[in-house]
């Protein structure tokens, strides 16, 4: 990043000065996150980027476009923002030791809340169209590589309901995928309790008992 920033009173709105000081946090953190924390659970909470523009005066369409935005917003990838809230710096290690509840709570909320806000910006995938039966498109297919983003645009376009349950973290990506019926759950073969707990998971008592007779045979 460019050279640290200076915070100066002045006739500013909240906004910007949580976005001035966030920026500064952001050049002298080290490695240690705790400022950023505490500055990114007040932009994320009030929702600043929707108050701020970018440096054509054009204002932010979504907390993923603040973030990447070098001049006016925090100038890195959403990716770099996540890994560098999930670092556990000195101030949370003396948190967790001390057990100082409300300071371990704060870093557990605003990685929620960063990982909630660059979720809810994902997209949906496109309507389908046209012939969905032809053999060359393959749109009607589920993709068994598709990652956590792309199961999470789909759901959006297909199964909002649980598309939330996922933003709200009480699903992943993956459980939806699989419970909207456009992933299926794959076993791996291993130790035969591991892969028995697994199937568990997944099939009813009935179809275990068919399993197993169909295995024995």
């Keep these: 990043m460019s050279a640290r920033l200076s ?3 002045g006739d500013f709105s909240n906004e910007y000065l949580d976005w001035r000081k966030l ?15 505490v500055r990114l ?20 369409s979504s907390f993923s476009q603040f973030v990447r935005d070098p001049d006016k917003g925090l100038g890195m990838a959403t990716d ?16 967790l030791v001390s057990k100082d509840v409300e300071r371990v709570e704060l870093f557990t909320r605003v990685r929620d809340l960063v990982r909630r806000a660059i979720k809810d910006d994902l997209p949906e995938t496109g309507r389908h169209g046209g012939d969905r039966s032809k053999k060359g498109n393959h ?17 959006k376009r297909d199964r909002p309901e ?12 993956t459980r939806a995928a699989q419970i909207a019926g456009f992933r299926t759950p794959v076993v791996r073969l291993g130790k035969p309790a591991t892969v028995a707990a697994k199937l568990r998971d997944h099939y009813s008592r009935e179809d275990l008992a068919e399993l197993a007779r169909l295995i024995c045979e």
């Design 41 to 60: 659970d007040g932009v994320i909470k009030h929702r600043a980027w929707e108050q701020l523009t970018d440096k054509k005066g054009n204002a932010f």
């Design 162 to 173: 649980l598309a939330q349950q996922v933003i709200e973290g009480e699903l992943t990506a």
């Design 80 to 95: 770099e923002l996540l890994k560098l809230v999930d670092v556990q710096g000195e101030t949370e290690r003396r948190a």
């Design 7 to 9: 915070v100066v009173k």
């Design 23 to 37: 920026r500064n946090e952001l050049e002298t953190s080290g490695g240690d996150p705790y400022g950023v924390i």
């Design 139 to 155: 749109s009607c297919y589920p993709n068994p590589n598709m990652n956590a983003d792309g199961m999470l645009s789909r759901l």
